[in-house]
Nanobody, 122 residues
Framework: EVQLVESGGGLVQPGGSLRLSCAAS????????MNWVRQAPGKGLEWVSG????????YYADSVKGRFTISRDNAKNTLYLQLNSLKTEDTAMYYC???????????????RGQGTQVTVSS
């Protein structure tokens, strides 16, 4: 059974930073691309970033490019998202997803975790 457990969210001031983690189990992590998506209050899911199975290729939504960095540690079956220069519009529930090598969009029904809340507010 695929399990994805996100952590690292919190309340941060504009301009601040957070590092999100996603612990994966139940599948061969090294064989799969992974993605982060988010959902702001009252809005639909938004694709944020993706990374290839080996970590050599990364992809970002225009809204986060240059501020967020995705990475993975295949030895630890863990996915990361470093969030820098946070803005109030980054406030959302963040989810990691196992949706294959589909970048730039959200795959409906793809496995994801319970999410970790990021709130950016002064």
């Amino acid at each position: 059974e695929v399990q994805l457990v996100e952590s690292g969210g919190g309340l941060v001031q504009p301009g601040g930073s957070l590092r999100l983690s996603c612990a994966a189990s139940g599948f061969t992590f090294t064989n799969y691309a992974m993605n982060w998506v988010r959902q702001a209050p009252g809005k639909g899911l938004e694709w944020v970033s993706g990374i290839s199975p080996g970590g050599g290729r990364t992809y970002y939504a225009d809204s986060v490019k240059g501020r967020f960095t995705i990475s993975r540690d295949n030895a630890k079956n863990t996915l990361y998202l470093q969030l820098n220069s946070l803005k109030t519009e980054d406030t959302a529930m963040y989810y990691c997803t196992k949706q294959g090598e589909v970048y730039n969009s959200v795959v409906p029904g793809a496995p994801r975790g319970q999410g970790t809340q990021v709130t950016v507010s002064s």
